[in-house]
């Protein structure tokens, strides 16, 4: 199993030429707002001063990179779903999510969130079609599975499972309050870099100078 030993912030962008250039694989994050995406990302990564980096008022809307055990690299995509965002900030958003998926190779599992107790909205199924379309692996995180009981929980899991087209058995559940579902996702992540984590030598990775990729 990964051992989390450190992460650190790399960088923020929105387009392609202000992605940090390196070869980790990046394992992408993304959600409504208000998913729990910062409290996963934390609870993984054993790490608090993360989802401050990414809470840092207008890095909320850019797409943040780190750096975890000179290994490979955590992405948090922004958030969707406000309510108030006007059609040209959207438009943003789309161009922002659509390039990165498009144009990164490095990308190798995608993770997306989604409370366990809604249904999934059109934004959420948009993601999915995105990810078939560019051929990218992704699992389907379901999150704040403490705040419903098990019957209600096998009715949306059964829902979700509907209307993503993702088997149930595949979902993975995870509640931050409950510290569950950490195991489950660096399992998930290890099934698809394990490989790749095995054939590099970390001793020899320099340490990422955060300044370095930011310039
Ligand atoms: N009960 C419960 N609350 C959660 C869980 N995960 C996140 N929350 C709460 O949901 C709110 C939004 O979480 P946050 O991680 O900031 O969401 P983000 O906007 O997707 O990054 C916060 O008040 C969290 O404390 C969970 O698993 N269980
Ligand atoms: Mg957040």
Redesign the pocket.
């Known amino acids: 199993m990964i051992n989390i030993k450190f992460a650190t912030f790399i960088t923020s962008a929105v387009k392609k030429e202000q992605y940090p250039q390196h070869f980790y694989k990046e394992i992408a994050f993304i959600?409504?707002?208000?998913?729990?995406?910062?409290?996963?990302i934390n609870l993984v990564l054993n790490n608090k001063s993360l989802?401050k980096v990414s809470?840092t008022p207008g890095k909320t809307t850019l797409i943040n990179f780190f750096a975890v055990n000179n290994q490979f690299c955590f992405v948090d995509l922004p958030?969707y779903g406000f309510a108030k965002r006007s059609k040209d900030e959207t438009t943003k958003w789309g161009n922002m999510i659509e390039g990165y998926l498009k144009n990164r190779e490095n990308l190798a599992l995608f993770f997306l969130?989604l409370d366990i107790r809604r249904t999934p909205t059109d934004d959420d199924l948009k993601i999915l079609k995105w990810l078939s379309f560019y051929g990218k692996t992704f699992a389907i995180v379901l999150?704040?599975?403490?705040?419903i009981n098990l019957k209600e929980r096998n009715q949306q899991i059964k829902i979700i499972s509907e209307e993503t087209g993702v088997p149930k058995e595949s979902l993975i559940l995870?509640?931050?309050?409950?510290k569950m579902g950490k195991d489950e996702i660096l399992k998930r992540v290890e099934t698809e870099i394990g490989d790749y984590l095995e054939s590099i030598d970390i001793s020899n990775i320099k340490e990422i100078n955060p300044k370095d990729s930011e310039k």
């Open positions: 959600g409504r707002s208000n998913v729990g995406k910062s409290s996963l989802a809470s958030g969130l999150t704040k599975v403490d705040k995870t509640s931050t309050l409950k």
